[in-house]
């Protein structure tokens, strides 16, 4: 049982837009800054978004992040067949003497 | 370019050993801090916690104290996970992924490429 929820999976058509929702708490999301991470087939996480909204270099624009209270969601604008791959929100959470959380993962499909 | 290498994949029997290495390059190794984080067969991530390279000072989140251990070797770059009395429920891909912004417990803007530890008699 992650601390963070995101819904199990989600698919779209290529140049779609697709949205994955991470729902949190008051510990965690609600008072810490949120991070995606991309995890392609076979392959180490990346990170994909820090900071709530900011993307690292080399990551394309069609990526972005927003955060409101206890919730985050990551978009993906012109989905492309290479964005295939599960992606996780995590957050600083400030019980048990602090510790980093993440979502279960969502896997996204692009059909 | 920063990089993380780490050792290759481990076949043990339960109640033995494994220690996995995670050599990093590229950066000032004792300037940033090493998470380690755990994913089980088609599973999600799990953070094991952190150590710091500067003082060598490691913490371990709630599940994972006792038969884990962070360690480092600062002369060559490198960070260590040790895990004993290994069970069938150690089976999991080990990642170590650097902390962003110094020697804290930041988020993980590099990770080594996976080391799986397979658990099984």
């Known amino acids: 049982q992650s601390v963070l929820t995101q819904p199990p999976s989600a698919s779209g058509t290529p140049g779609q837009r697709v949205t994955i929702s991470c729902s949190g708490s008051?510990?965690?999301?609600?008072?810490?800054?949120v991070y995606w991470y991309q995890q392609l087939p076979g392959t180490a996480p990346k990170l994909l978004i820090y900071?709530?909204?900011q993307r690292p270099s080399g990551v394309p624009d069609r990526f972005s992040g927003s955060k409101s209270g206890t919730s985050a969601s990551l978009a993906i604008s012109g989905l492309r067949s290479e964005d295939e791959a599960d992606y996780y929100c995590?957050?600083?959470?400030?019980?048990?003497?602090?510790?980093?959380?993440f979502g279960g993962g969502t896997k996204l499909t692009v059909l | 370019q920063v990089q993380l290498v780490q050792s290759g994949s481990e076949l043990k029997k339960p109640g033995a050993s494994v220690k996995v290495s995670c050599k990093a390059s590229?950066?000032?190794?004792?300037?940033?801090?090493m998470n380690w984080v755990r994913q089980a067969p088609g599973q999600g991530l799990e953070w094991m916690g952190w150590?710091?390279?500067?003082?060598?000072?490691?913490t371990y989140a709630q599940g994972f104290t006792g038969r884990f251990v962070f360690s480092l070797d600062t002369s060559v770059s490198t960070a260590y996970l040790q895990i004993s009395s290994l069970k069938a429920e150690d089976t999991a891909v080990y990642y170590c992924?650097?902390?962003?912004?110094?020697?804290?417990?930041?988020?993980?803007?590099?990770w080594g490429q996976g080391t799986l530890v397979t658990v099984s008699s």
């Open positions: 992924a650097r902390a962003n912004g110094g020697n804290i417990p930041a988020h993980f803007d590099y």
């Open positions: 590229g950066y000032t190794f004792t300037s940033y801090a």
């Open positions: 150590i710091n390279t500067n003082t060598g000072n490691p």
């Open positions: 008051s510990s965690n999301i609600g008072s810490n800054y």
């Open positions: 900071r709530n909204n």
């Open positions: 995590a957050a600083w959470d400030d019980s048990l003497s602090g510790r980093w959380v």
